[in-house]
């Protein structure tokens, strides 16, 4: 069993910035695809960035050039580094992780077997 706890989320203003934190329980941390994907309420859930074993990443269009996910897997930690915030991101923001995920499919959910409790980010104009 794998168990995925996200923090950092928070309040900020628009323009500004959040590093989100999954850390995460067993010791393969190194072996697992992992993503960031977020909710707002009445939406579906997205994904925003994630990065497989060989840490290639995909980002969402809507994150590029803003976001960066990235991971330390010594720490067996998980990050994504927000900055230039829009109202337009504000969501629950959630870890996931699962095995070898192709690249092309690490912004589904649908391949991804474990998921944090997510973290709020508001991020206000």
């Known amino acids: 069993q794998v168990q995925l706890v996200e923090s950092g989320g928070g309040s900020v203003q628009s323009g500004g910035s959040l590093t989100l934190s999954c850390a995460t329980s067993?010791?393969?941390?190194?072996?697992?695809?992992m993503g960031w994907f977020r909710q707002a309420p009445g939406n579906e859930r997205e994904g925003v960035a994630g990065?497989?074993?060989?840490?290639?990443?995909s980002y969402a269009d809507s994150v590029k050039g803003r976001f960066t996910i990235s991971r330390d897997n010594a720490k067996n930690t998980l990050y994504l580094q927000m900055t230039n915030l829009k109202p337009e991101d504000t969501a629950k923001y959630y870890c996931?992780?699962?095995?070898?995920?192709?690249?092309?499919?690490?912004?589904?959910?649908?391949?991804?077997?474990?998921w944090g409790q997510g973290t709020q980010v508001t991020v206000s104009s």
């Open positions: 996931a992780a699962a095995l070898a995920v192709l690249r092309s499919s690490l912004l589904r959910p649908l391949p991804y077997t474990y």
């Open positions: 067993g010791n393969i941390f190194s072996s697992w695809s």
């Open positions: 990065i497989n074993s060989q840490s290639n990443t």
